[in-house]
Each structure stands twice: as C-alpha cells, then as structure tokens.
C-alpha cells in the first residue's frame, strides 16, 4: 500500500473519529495520571473531559456529517452523531454515579475509569459500523470491559457471579455472531453492509438465511430480546449499580444502533416475525417485572419490556425494506430509536442513579420494601423516583411518552396496527408495577424505627436533577432540546 | 388578553408556588390555594362573559408552535372553546373553590401536597376541555390522571390501595387504545388540529370511521363510565376523599362524555349513527343496573356512586339518541349530574366527619339534630331525582324527548330509572334523616357550620338558576351542536344512499311483465 492510497483510506476520517480520538485520548490520559504520582490528582477531571470532548465533536458530526470513511467501513453521519450522545451520556451517568460507589474497592479506580472509558468506543464503532468486522472489534471493545466491571466489586459473591454469567453468555452471543458471519461470508461473498443490502438473492440461500438468523440472534441476545433475555435480571441485578447504568442504557442503545444499519439487509418477510418477537418481549418483560421485589432486577424486567418496544420499530423498518415507502419510514423508525433511547437514558439513568445513591445508606436499598414511605422524609428523592417511573411508564409530560408515540407511530405506518394494539396494552401491566413502586414510596407509612436516610452527595443529586430536568424538558419542549438534532 | 392560556396556567402558577414556599402554617398554604382557584373561578366567568353563543366554531383560540419533529409530528399549544366545552369549563372553574373550601376539616395531613394535587388536577381538567390540538388534549387527558391518583392513594380509605390501581389501570387501558387510534387519525390525515381532524374523518367511509371510533370510544365508555366498564367507579368513589369524590363524579367522569361528543359523534357521524343503537342499550341498560346496584348498598356513599353510574347512563341514552332535543339535554345533563352528585358527595362528607361511619342503619332521625343538614340533602336529593323546577328535570326531559324519537323502548326502559332513583334516594333520605333517634351518638351531633352552609349554597342556587331558567346555559350550546347535527344529517343521507345501493335490484325482465 502506497502513501496516497493511505491518504485516500484517512481522507474525511478526522471528523468521523474525532469522537473516537477524544475518548481513546482520555483512556491514555487516565492510565497516565494513574501511575504519575504529580498527576493523580487531575484523574477525575479527565473522564468528563473526554466524554464533553466527544459530545462536541458528535454535535459536529451531527452539523457536519462526513459520509462512509476508512474505505467504506465506518460511517460518521448524523446518526452515528446522535447514538454517540447518547453513549456519552450513558457513560457519564456511569461515570458520576460510581464516585462515592466503591468503597472497598478505592485503590482500584483508575482502572475503573479506564474500563468505563473503553465501553463507548466499542459503541460508537457498533454504531457506525458499515462492515461486521469492525462491529464485531465495536462489540468486543464493549463486552471485555463490561465483563470486568460487573465483577469490579470482587469482594462480592452477587457482583462476581454477574460478570462470569455475563461473560460466558456474552462469549455465547459472540460465538454466534461470528458463526453468523461466516456463514453469510460464505454466501454473499461480502461483509460490507451496504453490498450486503444488494445480496437479496445469495441471501436467500439457506446458507446466507442461517447466517443472517445467526447474526439476529446474537444482536438480539446483545439487547435483552426474549428468548435471549434471561440473563439481563441477573446480571443487571449482581452488577455495581453503575455498571447497571451503563448496560441498561448505553449497551441497549448500540444494539439497536446496529440493528438499524443492519434492519435493510434483513427480507421484508423477516418483518412481521420480528414484531410478533417484540411483543412477546413487551409481554413477558412487563409480566416478569410485576412480581420482583428487588428495585434493581425490576428495572431489568422493565428494561426487557422497553427493548421489546425498540425491537417492534426495528421490525417496522425491515418490513418496508424494498417499498416505495422504505426512506420515509426508515426515517421515522430512526428518529423513534434516537428519541426513546435518549428520553430512556435519562429516565432508567436517572431511576438507578438514586437507588445508587440510597445504597450509600445501607445496600439493602435495592430493595423495594426498603423505600416505604420514603415520600414522607425524602420528598425529593421520592418524587425523582416517581418521575422517573412515571417516564418510564410513557406518562404524558414526561419524554417517554413522546418516545413511546414515536414507536408506535413508527409501527403504525408500517402497517402493523394488531402488533401496535398489542403492545400498547402491555404498557397497562407495566404501569402496574411501576405505580407499584410509587405505592410503596408515597402511600404507605414509613416503620417509625427506620432512620432517615443521609443525602450527603452533591453529585448524585445534581445527576438525579439534571436528569429529572430532562425527563420534563424532553416531555414538555422537545424542539428546544432536540431542534439541533433533528 | 390570552384568557385560556391564563386559566390554565393560574392553578399550575399556585401549585408551583405551592410547592416552593418555605411556609409550613397549613392555613396560608390553604389560603393561597384558595386564592388561585378564586382566581381561576374569576377567568372562568371571563370566558362565561366573552362566549359568543351565535358562533359555533372554537373561540377565543390561541395558537402557537409548540415543537416540530420533522417527518414525524408538529404539535401546536392551540386551546380554544365552543359550545361542547364552554358548560364544562365554567362548572370546573365554579367547583373548584367550594371543594377545596370543604377540605379545610376532612384533609389535616400532608395538607401541601393535597392542595398542590388539586391545583394541578384543576388545571388538567380545563386543559382537556379546552385543547384544540389532538396531541395537547391527550397529554392533559392523561395527566389528569395522576392527580386523582395520588388523592385516592393517600388520602384514601381503608381500601384505598386496591381501588387507586383498579382506577389508573381500567382508565389507561382505555387511553392506550386511544393512543393507538390516535396515532393512526394523525398519520392518516396528517394533521393535529381538531377541527382539521373532524374535517378530514367526515369525509371519510364508514370502514375507516368505525375503526377509529372504536378506539377512541372504549377510551370514553370506561371513563364514563359505561355498563360494563364501570366497576371502577364505585371502588373510586367510595375510597376516594371527599374532594376526590365531588372532582370525580363533578368533572372528571364528564371528560368520558365530552369525549364522546367531541371525539365520537363529532368527528365520526358516520360511525356514531351505526354505533348508535348499541350505545343507547347500554345507556338504558347502565340506567337500570345502576339503580338495581344503588338500591342494594347500605353504605350512603357507595349509594351515590352507584346512582352515578345510573345517571351517566342517562347521558349517554340521550346522546347517542342523536337527535337535538336529546344532544341538547345530555350536554346539560352532565352539568347537572356534577352539581347534584357534588353536593350529595359534600353532604355524606360533612356528616361523615362527625359520625365517622357511612353506613345507612347507624343513622335515623338526624333531622332533628341537624335541621339545615336535613334541608340540603333534602334538596339534594330532589335535583338528583329530578323535581321539576330543579336542575335535574329540564337535562332528563330533555334527553328522555330525544331518547323517544330514536326509540321509544328503550327510553320506557330508561324512564323506569327515574322512578328506581326516586326509589333508592328517597329511602336513603328516610333511613337517614326521619323517624326516631336510635343511637345516642346521633343524638350529640351539630349542625352545618357557617362554612359548610357557605359553601353548600352557591351550588344549590346554581341548581335552582338552572331549573328554572335553563336558557342562558343551552343557548351557549345551540350553534355548536347544530354543525354537529348537519354533520348527522349529511351522514343520514350517506346512510340512506348506501342502502339504496345496496337494494337488489328487480330485474328487468319481471318488471317488463
């Protein structure tokens, strides 16, 4: 390879991987600090540093989109721009809720951060990824530090235990991803999505159908999806809280990045089955949530039954793969995902951020029977919490209605109207256990023995506020928050 | 002067203040509550005032931007108010003072709370009536839900957990379809204005309209609630605070019917007609039920609430009768029902929090303790039983009219629900207030307050204005509902059309013989 043909390869490539540069700069920048003992002090300045740089360069991308770069293997448009927000938040939610979190495990923070760090660099390349061997370096860069964060509380047997069961499973999904790979390697002769998009026949082959079945399936395991979803409470629940945070919210997020690149190389008859999956997810996320005690593993269940809605947009895209209609609802199905993983981020963020913060108090503040009565000493957390619910339940008011309009909107026009009717009314069981929760908090006295709860922390209740805030001002004002975006 | 911007956002300004001011003496707090429904109460006679009952389409509107998702949606903050709304707005705007007035005794704990959870339910309930954009009036629809909610699941009775769930969960069920439905109108016609909406579904066919229609009248018929959909309310009701209770039957079931109007007949003539039938039977059948439910229950606020269902059922007989003299009445008759129902509502409160029991048999001969109690329920029950020269007689003759234009059996079936509900009222007012004082805990309780006489009056005036000189009000509806019956009519048309066409022909040969 000679250097022109180099400089074609990095040509437009700046703007596309500024984000990327920014965070792999912080990774550097951490482990530096880390073993430098004049530097040690700046270390918790260089993560938000990092993340705030990336958020900008995305806004940039989002102004200034740069096409596909690195010969046609990345993609840093808008959408990457967008998805790459939302994993800065995701991870700077994280970032702030782990400050105080860890206390026997101190000494060890740095190489928390640069784990952290690591996640939305795998995210991002997921996102933008237009060729499956640079998802797959996106989903390992992802995976290897989650794996290693949810074991970060190794004195705990809960904590351990969720990051070899996230481990041997996620190692399971990539197994087939890759098998999937292979297989439609093999048959289409291509792994560049775009190609892959104009491969309709040799994808038809039952080769080429197995290998595509593979590849769903290991996406599917990545996002929670029924019937790969029994990992997700587990995990979710043995997890540091953080970590959770980051999971819930930032990993969810790049699955369905990916998926939407991946949903036109799907048949349009692939549609409809999809859906029926995303409903069954909608049902038994929502019906497995009604029956948990534990705050943690109900916002997992919870978190199934909103991939179960995300999934059902997916599955509108690739039913309109091929009709005159496909950019028109493509669109929709984009600006649904964006807006509900972002209104989702703030709300689950934000729901996780304050049991994190109660665990400060006592761990046992996972538990549900832990917060009754909480209203009447602890208003304001209470009425975050209950926000946050309420968001989550798409509440009018709050931005998980407006996602969740956008979902079904997008389902709507894509000629699903039994799917749609059906899943709105599991939304009916979900506010169940979610009302469930502000029962417990508002309308049932606190033991009269029960402490009240310290709130020392000034970061976590500006997180909580910040995220609060935005749960309403996506609700309420949309266009002033995303007018830039769209 | 953006009159229905400013009675929207005074309760929300109040509840904000509410919940900011460092104050802890609760009879500021009430008194600035007072204050801001006062005000609100003030802006309603305003809009009173500047409706132009000649004009049929919305007044007084406002619009603007409000976001815009480009090739998703653009939703507009349109309010505006006409002759479906304009009853509704004023009752909410006149009531609202006069419960929180009665909540100085029944409400002593987390006072702010409750005081800012009515604020805000004031203000959702005038943002329903008064939205002019389909995706504003289901965000106040939904919204004025969690205010009940809370009052239900706090300041609730002993049951109250059950019922709160049992009421969020039956009236969002019914949203979510609507949801649906909604969002496939809005795709369809491309637009989020109502008015628009109603324009582009009447011109649409029957298939079309009947889907839609379904969808958005589940979400009424459970809010209203009708026949059997109702088994929410009397949990509701008989759980609820007394202030929750008046809201409850006074407004907020009324959201039910005036979606029905607004959404139903209005925007889909089409469907409404061949819907018609089946909405008159369960309108009939809930008058009757009701009735049989209220005259089983020995606890006199579970009375109420059955007799509530039975009510509604009248509206609803006459609305669906679609024709004039039945739309005019059942457009009146949920004014009627909120003052009636409200003050019964008010007086088992009044009386519950000295005796602290609801059931029937624990009363008896009260009269003669509590004479001025005994007048009001008395009047009371004679506006909800439908007296004539109150208010409940001219919205029962009018819908009973109606009703007997479209058919005649079932408006025999409903008036057998005026006489059930002289039955169960009038043995409720005898159990309670005449014959000998048995209990020597009835015989230590006082009479009405001041307060209480203070604000028991203005509604019974009302009731009284109302039964004797009805003009005023069904003159502000006449020109709104008169588009909706020429809608009915050119749907009457289409209908009769229809079925000409579809007539088997006579053929040509055996005429020709």
Same mark, same amino acid.
């Given at each position: 390879?000679?250097?022109?043909?180099?400089?074609?390869?990095?040509?437009?490539?700046?703007?596309?991987?500024?984000?990327?540069?920014?965070?792999?700069?912080?990774?550097?920048?951490?482990?530096?600090?880390?073993?430098?003992?004049?530097?040690?002090?700046?270390?918790?300045?260089?993560?938000?540093?990092?993340?705030?740089?990336?958020?900008?360069?995305?806004?940039?991308?989002?102004? *200034?989109?740069?096409?596909?770069?690195?010969?046609?293997?990345?993609?840093?448009?808008? /959408?990457?721009?967008?998805?790459?927000?939302?994993?800065?938040?995701?991870?700077?939610?994280?970032?702030?809720?782990?400050?105080?979190?860890?206390?026997?495990?101190?000494?060890?923070?740095?190489?928390?951060?640069?784990?952290?760090?690591?996640?939305?660099?795998?995210?991002?390349?997921?996102?933008?990824? /237009?060729?499956?061997?640079?998802?797959?370096?996106?989903?390992?860069? +992802?995976?290897?530090?989650?794996?290693?964060?949810?074991?970060?509380?190794?004195?705990?047997?809960?904590?351990?235990?969720?990051?070899?069961?996230?481990?041997?499973?996620?190692?399971?999904?990539?197994?087939?991803?890759?098998?999937?790979?292979?297989?439609?390697?093999?048959?289409?002769?291509?792994? *560049?999505?775009?190609?892959?998009?104009?491969?309709?026949?040799?994808?038809?082959?039952?080769?080429?159908?197995?290998?595509?079945?593979?590849?769903?399936?290991? +996406?599917?395991?990545?996002?929670?999806?029924?019937?790969?979803?029994?990992?997700?409470?587990?995990?979710?629940?043995?997890?540091?809280?953080?970590?959770?945070?980051?999971?819930?919210?930032?990993?969810?997020?790049?699955?369905?990045?990916?998926?939407?690149?991946?949903?036109?190389?799907?048949?349009?008859? !692939?549609?409809?089955?999809?859906?029926?999956?995303?409903?069954?997810?909608?049902?038994?996320?929502?019906?497995?949530?009604?029956?948990?005690?534990?705050?943690?593993?109900?916002?997992?269940?919870?978190?199934?039954?909103?991939?179960?809605?995300?999934?059902?947009?997916?599955?509108?895209?690739?039913?309109?793969?091929?009709?005159?209609?496909?950019?028109?609802?493509?669109?929709?199905?984009?600006?649904?995902?964006?807006?509900?993983?972002?209104?989702?981020?703030?709300?689950?963020?934000?729901?996780?951020?304050?049991?994190?913060?109660?665990?400060?108090?006592?761990?046992?503040?996972?538990?549900?029977?832990?917060?009754?009565?909480?209203?009447?000493?602890?208003?304001?957390?209470?009425?975050?919490?209950?926000?946050?619910?309420?968001?989550?339940?798409?509440?009018?008011?709050?931005?998980?209605?407006?996602?969740?309009?956008?979902?079904?909107?997008?389902?709507?026009? !894509?000629?699903?109207?039994?799917?749609?009717?059906?899943?709105?009314?599991?939304?009916?069981?979900?506010?169940?256990?979610?009302?469930?929760?502000?029962?417990?908090?508002?309308?049932?006295?606190?033991?009269?023995?029960?402490?009240?709860?310290?709130?020392?922390?000034?970061?976590?209740?500006?997180?909580?506020?910040?995220?609060?805030?935005?749960?309403?001002?996506?609700?309420?004002?949309?266009?002033?928050?995303?007018?830039?975006?769209? | 002067?953006?009159?229905?911007?400013?009675?929207?956002?005074?309760?929300?300004?109040?509840?904000?203040?509410?919940?900011?001011?460092?104050?802890?003496?609760?009879?500021?707090?009430?008194?600035?509550?007072?204050?801001?429904?006062?005000?609100?109460?003030?802006?309603?006679?305003?809009?009173?005032?500047?409706? %132009?009952?000649?004009?049929?389409?919305?007044?007084?509107?406002?619009?603007?931007?409000?976001?815009?998702?480009?090739?998703?949606?653009?939703?507009?903050?349109?309010?505006?108010? %006409?002759?479906?709304?304009?009853?509704?707005?004023?009752?909410?705007?006149?009531?609202?003072?006069?419960?929180?007035?009665?909540?100085?005794?029944?409400?002593?704990?987390?006072?702010?709370?409750?005081?800012?959870?009515?604020?805000?339910?004031?203000?959702?309930?005038?943002?329903?009536?008064?939205?002019?954009?389909?995706?504003?009036?289901?965000?106040?629809?939904?919204?004025?839900?969690?205010?009940?909610?809370?009052?239900?699941?706090?300041?609730?009775?002993?049951?109250?957990?059950?019922?709160?769930?049992?009421?969020?969960?039956?009236?969002?069920?019914?949203?979510?379809?609507?949801?649906?439905?909604?969002?496939?109108?809005?795709?369809?016609?491309?637009?989020? %204005?109502?008015?628009?909406?109603?324009?582009?579904?009447?011109?649409?066919?029957?298939?079309?309209?009947?889907?839609?229609?379904?969808?958005?009248?589940?979400?009424?018929?459970?809010?209203?609630?009708?026949?059997?959909?109702?088994?929410?309310?009397?949990?509701?009701?008989?759980?609820?605070?007394?202030?929750?209770?008046?809201?409850?039957?006074?407004?907020?079931?009324?959201?039910?019917?005036?979606?029905?109007?607004? #959404?139903?007949?209005?925007?889909?003539?089409?469907?409404?007609?061949?819907?018609?039938?089946?909405?008159?039977?369960?309108?009939?059948?809930?008058?009757?039920?009701?009735?049989?439910?209220?005259?089983?229950?020995?606890?006199?606020?579970?009375?109420?609430?059955?007799?509530?269902?039975?009510?509604?059922?009248?509206?609803?007989?006459?609305?669906?009768?679609?024709?004039?003299?039945?739309?005019?009445?059942?457009?009146?008759?949920?004014?009627?029902?909120?003052?009636?129902?409200?003050?019964?509502?008010?007086?088992?409160?009044?009386?519950?929090?000295?005796?602290?029991?609801?059931?029937?048999?624990?009363?008896?001969?009260?009269?003669?303790?509590?004479?001025?109690?005994?007048?009001?329920?008395?009047?009371?029950?004679?506006?909800?039983?439908?007296?004539?020269?109150?208010?409940?007689?001219?919205?029962?003759?009018?819908?009973?009219?109606?009703?007997?234009?479209?058919?005649?059996?079932?408006?025999?079936?409903?008036?057998?629900?005026?006489?059930?509900?002289?039955?169960?009222?009038?043995?409720?007012?005898?159990?309670?207030? #005449?014959?000998?004082?048995?209990? %020597?805990?009835?015989?230590?309780?006082?009479?009405?307050?001041?307060?209480?006489?203070?604000?028991?009056?203005?509604?019974?005036?009302?009731?009284?204005?109302?039964?004797?000189?009805?003009?005023?009000?069904?003159?502000?509806?006449?020109?709104?509902?008169?588009?909706?019956?020429?809608?009915?009519?050119?749907?009457?048309?289409?209908?009769?059309?229809?079925?000409?066409?579809?007539?088997?022909?006579?053929?040509?040969?055996?005429?020709?013989?």
């Amino acid at each position: 390879m000679n250097f022109e043909s180099l400089q074609d390869l990095y040509s437009g490539a700046s703007g596309a991987l500024a984000p990327l540069l920014w965070l792999t700069g912080g990774l550097l920048a951490v482990l530096i600090c880390d073993i430098t003992p004049v530097l040690i002090k700046l270390r918790p300045a260089v993560v938000p540093a990092a993340l705030l740089g990336a958020a900008w360069s995305a806004a940039q991308l989002i102004a *200034n989109p740069s096409g596909p770069v690195l010969g046609g293997t990345f993609i840093g448009d808008s /959408q990457t721009g967008a998805f790459t927000l939302i994993f800065v938040l995701a991870t700077l939610l994280a970032w702030g809720q782990a400050r105080r979190y860890y206390d026997q495990e101190k000494s060890f923070i740095g190489e928390h951060d640069a784990l952290l760090i690591t996640a939305p660099i795998g995210m991002i390349l997921m996102a933008g990824a /237009q060729d499956m061997i640079v998802f797959f370096i996106g989903l390992e860069l +992802l995976s290897i530090p989650l794996y290693c964060l949810a074991a970060f509380r190794r004195t705990r047997d809960e904590s351990v235990e969720a990051g070899l069961r996230y481990f041997i499973l996620g190692a399971f999904g990539v197994a087939l991803f890759l098998m999937g790979a292979g297989l439609v390697y093999t048959a289409a002769g291509t792994l *560049n999505i775009e190609s892959l998009t104009h491969a309709r026949v040799a994808l038809g082959t039952p080769l080429g159908g197995m290998g595509l079945a593979l590849i769903m399936g290991s +996406l599917l395991f990545k996002a929670g999806v029924v019937p790969f979803h029994l990992w997700v409470p587990d995990v979710y629940q043995g997890s540091p809280t953080p970590v959770t945070t980051l999971m819930a919210t930032g990993t969810k997020a790049a699955a369905f990045a990916f998926l939407l690149r991946f949903a036109p190389v799907l048949p349009p008859e !692939a549609g409809y089955p999809l859906g029926i999956i995303a409903v069954v997810t909608l049902a038994m996320g929502n019906l497995g949530a009604l029956v948990q005690k534990d705050l943690k593993r109900l916002l997992a269940w919870s978190g199934i039954a909103h991939a179960g809605l995300l999934l059902l947009v997916i599955a509108a895209a690739v039913t309109a793969t091929g009709t005159g209609e496909q950019a028109q609802i493509l669109n929709a199905a984009t600006s649904a995902l964006l807006f509900y993983l972002l209104a989702y981020a703030f709300a689950a963020g934000g729901a996780l951020g304050l049991v994190a913060w109660m665990e400060a108090d006592g761990e046992d503040h996972t538990s549900l029977s832990r917060w009754q009565g909480l209203g009447s000493v602890r208003p304001g957390i209470a009425a975050g919490m209950t926000l946050f619910l309420l968001s989550l339940g798409g509440i009018p008011a709050t931005g998980g209605f407006l996602g969740k309009w956008l979902a079904f909107s997008a389902a709507v026009r !894509a000629d699903m109207l039994p799917l749609a009717v059906l899943g709105a009314l599991t939304s009916v069981v979900a506010m169940g256990y979610y009302l469930r929760v502000v029962i417990t908090i508002w309308m049932k006295p606190r033991p009269e023995a029960w402490a009240t709860p310290r709130i020392d922390r000034p970061l976590a209740a500006f997180l909580a506020g910040f995220c609060a805030a935005m749960v309403l001002a996506l609700g309420l004002l949309p266009g002033f928050v995303l007018g830039p975006l769209f | 002067m953006p009159l229905l911007t400013l009675i929207i956002f005074t309760p929300l300004l109040g509840a904000l203040l509410l919940a900011l001011v460092p104050i802890r003496e609760v009879k500021v707090l009430r008194a600035i509550a007072l204050g801001f429904t006062l005000v609100t109460t003030l802006l309603g006679f305003l809009v009173w005032q500047g409706f %132009d009952p000649g004009e049929a389409a919305l007044q007084l509107t406002e619009v603007h931007p409000w976001f815009e998702l480009p090739g998703a949606l653009a939703a507009n903050y349109s309010l505006g108010v %006409d002759g479906i709304s304009i009853l509704l707005v004023a009752l909410t705007a006149f009531l609202m003072p006069l419960v929180l007035i009665s909540t100085t005794q029944a409400i002593t704990t987390r006072v702010r709370e409750f005081l800012i959870w009515m604020l805000i339910m004031e203000a959702g309930m005038l943002g329903v009536f008064l939205a002019a954009d389909l995706f504003l009036f289901y965000v106040f629809w939904e919204v004025s839900l969690v205010p009940l909610y809370f009052m239900l699941g706090i300041w609730g009775g002993q049951k109250r957990l059950y019922a709160t769930l049992k009421f969020f969960l039956f009236t969002l069920a019914g949203s979510l379809v609507m949801l649906i439905g909604a969002i496939a109108l809005v795709y369809q016609a491309g637009t989020l %204005d109502i008015a628009a909406l109603t324009q582009w579904a009447g011109a649409e066919s029957l298939s079309v309209q009947g889907w839609l229609f379904a969808a958005f009248a589940l979400a009424f018929a459970i809010k209203v609630p009708l026949l059997p959909f109702h088994t929410w309310l009397p949990d509701a009701h008989t759980e609820a605070p007394t202030a929750g209770s008046v809201i409850l039957a006074g407004v907020l079931l009324k959201m039910g019917t005036y979606g029905l109007l607004r #959404f139903g007949i209005a925007m889909f003539p089409l469907a409404a007609l061949e819907a018609s039938t089946l909405f008159m039977i369960l309108g009939a059948a809930g008058i009757v039920y009701g009735a049989f439910l209220a005259m089983a229950q020995t606890d006199v606020k579970r009375l109420i609430a059955c007799s509530s269902v039975s009510h509604l059922g009248f509206v609803v007989l006459g609305m669906f009768a679609l024709t004039s003299a039945g739309l005019r009445g059942s457009v009146l008759q949920m004014v009627n029902h909120g003052l009636s129902t409200g003050l019964l509502f008010l007086l088992i409160g009044m009386v519950y929090e000295r005796r602290h029991s609801r059931e029937l048999s624990d009363y008896g001969g009260i009269a003669r303790v509590m004479p001025m109690f005994a007048f009001f329920f008395v009047f009371s029950v004679l506006s909800s039983v439908g007296l004539p020269g109150l208010n409940g007689f001219v919205g029962e003759w009018l819908i009973l009219l109606g009703a007997f234009e479209a058919s005649p059996v079932l408006t025999g079936v409903g008036v057998t629900g005026v006489v059930f509900g002289a039955v169960y009222l009038l043995r409720a007012t005898r159990l309670m207030l #005449f014959g000998e004082i048995t209990s %020597d805990q009835n015989r230590a309780l006082t009479d009405l307050t001041g307060r209480e006489i203070g604000l028991l009056t203005p509604i019974c005036l009302l009731c009284l204005v109302i039964g004797v000189m009805p003009g005023p009000f069904i003159e502000r509806t006449e020109a709104s509902l008169e588009v909706i019956e020429q809608r009915l009519d050119a749907a009457r048309d289409q209908q009769a059309a229809r079925a000409e066409l579809e007539r088997p022909a006579v053929p040509a040969e055996e005429s020709a013989r």
